[in-house]
């Protein structure tokens, strides 16, 4: 089994910065894909940013240009570093990997979430 713990969400005012965390944990051989997503209320999960191990990124065309995402693979370590935030960027943010394990095979894990405020 894998854990996935966030952190780094929080109250900002608009035009600031927050940086997010999320540690991975457990039986870890390697870690495919990590990624953020965000579900703000009464809208459906969306993907915000992604990177694999070898570094490659994407972005939603939403935060391009604001966010970046970076990984530490020796840590298991995913952030994701939010400027410019905007009041559209509230909501639940969700931690998302797809680990290989040591023994059971490949799957996909999420975090618990972390609540980012953005006031106007």
């Known amino acids: 089994q894998v854990q996935l713990v966030e952190s780094g969400g929080g109250l900002v005012q608009a035009g600031g910065s927050l940086r997010l965390s999320c540690v991975a944990s457990g039986s870890i051989f390697s870690i495919n894909v990590m990624g953020w997503y965000r579900q703000a209320p009464g809208k459906q999960r969306e993907l915000v940013a992604r990177i694999i191990r070898s570094g490659s990124t994407n972005y939603a065309d939403s935060v391009k240009g604001r966010f970046t995402i970076s990984r530490d693979n020796a840590k298991n370590t995913v952030y994701l570093q939010m400027n410019r935030l905007k009041p559209e960027d509230t909501a639940v943010y969700y931690c998302?990997?797809?680990?290989?394990?040591?023994?059971?095979?490949?799957?996909?894990?999420w975090g618990q979430g972390t609540q980012v405020t953005v006031s106007s």
């Open positions: 998302n990997s797809n680990v290989v394990e040591t023994i059971r095979g490949t799957y996909d894990y």
